[in-house]
C-alpha cells in the first residue's frame, strides 16, 4: 500500500507537469534569440585593457558566436551604455530550437529568446550607441507574398504577427470583409502562444 506520504510527493511531481508549465519551458525553447554581452562575461577583458583591445576581444568573442553549431543568421553590433561600459547587443537564429540557457552556457552572455527572424534583425541597431558594427552572418528569409483574397491576406498578416487594428489600418476592406474572424483567430493565437505554440513558418 502506497504511504501518504509517497502519494503526496508523486501528486507533486505530476503537478509540476501541468500545460502552464509546459508551456513555460516551451517559451525558452526557441530558434531566435536577443543577447547582450557585458564585458564580465568574457573572462580575458581585464580593467588594465585600452578600448581598442576590448573591442578586439569583444569582435572575437562574436566570433565563437557563430562557429556555433546551427547558427543560421546572426546580426549585432558593439555600444556604449549610458556609463561608458561597452558591451554586444544583437540576435541570433538557429536552425534548430535552443534553449536561453543553452546558449547562455556555450557563449557566454545574458540571452532572451525572441519571437521571430524580424526580431533577430531589429535587436541592437540603435545608432546613437554604436560603436562598431559587428561582421553579418546569413542571410534573411525573403518576406512572403500576402494571399490574392481578403481571406488569404488576413491570415498572412496574423502569421507575420500584426493586430487586429494594424490590419484594420493596412487593409480596411479586408478588415470589414473578416473582422470577426480576424479577432477570434488573433485571440486564439494569442492563448496558444501564452501556452507555448508557436505560429509562422520555419525552414
Not at 517559451?27 to 547582450?36: A, E, G, R, S
Not at 568574457?42 to 569582435?59: A, G, H, K, N, Q
Not at 540603435?126 to 494571399?147: H, I
Request: proline share 2%; with cysteine; charged share 30%.
Amino acid at each position: 500500500m502506497i504511504s501518504s506520504r509517497l502519494l503526496a510527493m508523486d501528486m507533486g511531481a505530476k503537478a509540476r507537469h501541468t500545460a502552464e508549465t509546459r508551456g513555460k519551458r516551451i517559451l525558452w525553447q526557441k530558434t531566435c534569440h536577443i543577447f547582450t554581452v557585458n564585458l564580465g562575461h568574457i573572462d580575458t577583458i581585464s580593467d588594465e585593457m585600452s578600448e581598442d583591445e576590448i573591442i578586439e576581444e569583444l569582435e572575437l568573442h562574436w566570433a565563437d558566436l557563430i562557429s556555433l553549431p546551427n547558427v543560421k543568421l546572426a546580426r549585432g553590433q558593439i555600444e556604449r551604455n549610458e556609463n561608458g561600459n561597452l558591451h554586444i547587443n544583437g540576435g541570433v537564429k538557429f536552425s534548430k530550437v535552443v534553449r536561453s540557457s543553452t546558449l547562455m552556457n556555450r557563449w557566454s552572455c545574458w540571452s532572451d529568446p525572441a519571437d521571430n527572424e524580424e526580431a533577430v534583425m531589429n535587436y541592437g541597431k540603435k545608432t546613437e550607441t554604436r560603436v562598431k558594427a559587428l561582421e553579418n552572418f546569413g542571410v534573411k528569409k525573403a518576406r512572403k507574398e500576402l494571399g490574392q483574397s481578403p481571406k488569404e491576406i488576413a491570415i498572412d498578416l496574423l502569421i507575420a504577427g500584426l493586430t487586429p487594428a494594424q490590419i484594420c489600418g493596412m487593409h480596411p476592406k479586408v478588415y470589414f470583409t473578416h473582422h470577426r474572424a480576424i479577432l477570434e483567430t488573433f485571440k486564439m493565437m494569442q492563448w496558444s502562444k501564452k501556452h507555448g505554440m508557436d505560429f509562422g513558418e520555419e525552414e
